[in-house]
């Protein structure tokens, strides 16, 4: 794989589509990953109409939805047909991917950041990207914090950083350094820089923070062990990782502050959150690093693309133009965005009434090269906090249907791969009872063994999902530390016809014996197939603070995909 094609692999994985379910994002970010396709406004063109293809990351859809029903509406010309803009969501990188590969034939883009415009030319290796668009809106990286514990830390009297949290992260006394022993360790939330725009940004901003700079970091600066040190250290307190900040407000708003202290998010993701998710006051203060944050720019792009012709083109910077002068500074403000002009004012609810700060960030970190980029997701799948799971597969009978099961072994043989050898994994089946086939083990040590033992594994008997997820659950209990992130990942076709423990003996258990403690063991879920039993497994992971997915033999390769953004 060539450099280029890494350093894209790196922002293209799918990440709003799982085995068939498509996320409702509403003012919750741009995962910068894959996605599904939604067509907003209008849904047939008029006869004749020239159609302008339109994809956006989905952060956007309650602004531009609306807009683009009214464009149409209004009638505009190009060439003396009528103008028609069909709209469609579409996180940022699978619309890179989409643009790069030709399966995604739109005239007009705009991704959550133009630095994926240079990334699509530097896959393509031609100008699809002009180097100039004009930007839609804006809106900062930040570190969401909950209000008591950033004031414990000073703020907003003392502009805090990533070197505070490193600080927090490195001390073994966590909180009770800051007079508050009852919040225990520091714990951060941040998505996976392999998936997700905000991820990269945050890990990016690290490593900014650990050498001083603001512009041109090098991969002289990324390899060098101090700055890696320090950058490790922030891991560490990390609680896992995840595909969109999203799943980070939501978990926020169910379990508050022993989910996680801080999460790195966008200022749109943490004001939906204080506005619309808080829970009994408890409030989110948006910390704007002081050694500098991203800017999302989300800019306009007319593509230089050959499925593209020149009308389509012109329309397509005719509606841009458009939408330029329709979203005002107070039009997006109600989809919680900054106006896109350098140094404009913001208009409310971006005010320090709801913990944010129109006048903040005062640095804005420059975006690196893609060979930068590539350098440090290198050392950050190197120096990440390392995970401890088990991996659960059904093997009873009916798995042998449909071809579920060959396509579920060669799904988890993936997710193997994918993992980074000091994660230790282990392997526990089912049928009509669970079998331990192995425990964790370094996968450094351990891969080639466990990829040998899930393609030996054949289909037969019946199913104990209860037995199996409380043994599971109960074999990876007593390893939990602050040093892995720790996860079961259950696969099953059907619905328990086995166990002994009944379901209410294994959702209490879990209640019971999850609750309270500093560190989680979480279980994801894969309701695989038609007959699989999606609401017990959706109680499991709900239960646990994981997360439940579903698939079928078409898709279970992405959904494995989409869970190892967790690690």
Do not use: C
């Not at 293209?12 to 509403?26: C, E, Q, S």
């Not at 999302?296 to 329309?315: G, T």
């Amino acid at each position: 794989m060539t450099r280029a094609s890494r350093i894209f692999a790196i922002l293209v994985a799918a990440v709003l589509v799982v085995g068939g379910i498509v996320y409702a994002v509403t003012r919750g970010g741009d995962g910068g990953g894959g996605g599904t396709t939604t067509t907003t406004g209008t849904p047939t063109a008029p006869a004749g109409a020239l159609v302008v293809r339109f994809a956006y990351s989905p952060e956007k859809e309650q602004l531009i939805a609306p807009l683009i029903a009214r464009y149409n509406q209004e009638s505009h010309e190009q060439g003396g047909r009528r103008v028609f803009v069909q709209g469609e969501v579409v996180a940022s990188g699978a619309a890179a991917d989409g643009v790069v590969d030709g399966s995604l034939k739109v005239a007009l883009w705009s991704p959550a950041s133009s630095f994926w415009g240079r990334l699509v030319n530097w896959r393509a290796d031609r100008p699809l990207v002009d180097d100039t668009n004009p930007s839609l809106v804006r809106t900062p990286l930040v570190i969401a914090m909950w209000e008591p514990m950033a004031r414990a830390l000073g703020w907003p009297g003392k502009q805090l950083g990533w070197a505070d949290l490193a600080r927090l992260a490195r001390s073994p006394r966590g909180w009770a350094a800051y007079g508050h022993p009852e919040w225990g360790d520091f714990k951060l939330g941040h998505t996976n820089p392999e998936f997700s725009t905000s991820g990269l940004s945050a890990v990016a901003a690290q490593y900014y923070s650990s050498t001083g700079k603001v512009e041109g970091l090098t991969l002289a600066d990324v390899r060098d062990p101090k700055v890696r040190r320090q950058v490790r250290d922030i891991q560490r307190a990390v609680v896992h990782y995840g595909d969109t900040t999203l799943y980070f407000a939501d978990q926020l708003a169910a379990l508050g502050p022993g989910f996680a202290s801080a999460v790195a998010m966008e200022e749109v993701t943490l004001l939906d959150y204080n506005l619309n998710k808080a829970k009994g006051g408890q409030r989110l203060a948006a910390i704007y690093p002081r050694e500098g944050t991203f800017y999302s720019d989300n800019p306009l792009i007319a593509l230089n693309a050959p499925w593209a012709s020149p009308e389509q083109r012109a329309a397509a910077k005719g509606f841009a133009d458009w939408l330029v002068k329709e979203v005002t500074p107070a039009a997006a403000a109600a989809s919680y965005l900054r106006p896109a002009a350098t140094g404009a004012t913001p208009a409310a609810p971006i005010t320090r009434a709801n913990l944010v700060d129109p006048a903040q960030p005062r640095r804005a970190l420059s975006v690196p090269s893609p060979e930068v980029l590539d350098a440090i997701r290198t050392a950050w799948l190197a120096d990440r906090k390392p995970a401890r799971i088990e991996v659960v597969l059904d093997t009873s009978g009916s798995m042998a249907d449909e071809g579920k099961f060959l396509a579920a072994q060669r799904g988890l043989v993936d997710f193997l791969k994918r993992l980074q050898p000091q994660d230790e994994v282990g392997l526990t089946t089912f049928s009509d009872k669970p079998v331990r086939v192995a425990a964790p083990r370094p996968l450094r040590v351990a891969r080639a063994d466990l990829i040998r033992r899930v393609q030996g594994l054949f289909p037969d008997g019946g199913t104990a999902l209860y037995d199996t997820a409380l043994h599971a659950w109960e074999d990876l209990l007593p390893t939990l530390s602050r040093d892995r992130i720790s996860a079961v990942v259950l696969l099953t076709d059907g619905q328990d016809t086995s166990s002994q423990t009944t379901l209410g003996g294994l959702t209490r258990t879990l209640r019971e014996r999850g609750a309270g403690g500093e560190y989680q063991l979480r279980i994801f879920t894969i309701a695989y197939g038609s007959d699989a039993d999606r609401a017990v497994l959706k109680d499991i992971a709900a239960i646990t603070s994981g997360r439940a997915y579903e698939g079928d033999p078409d898709t279970i390769a992405q959904v494995y995909k989409q869970i190892s953004s967790f690690f």
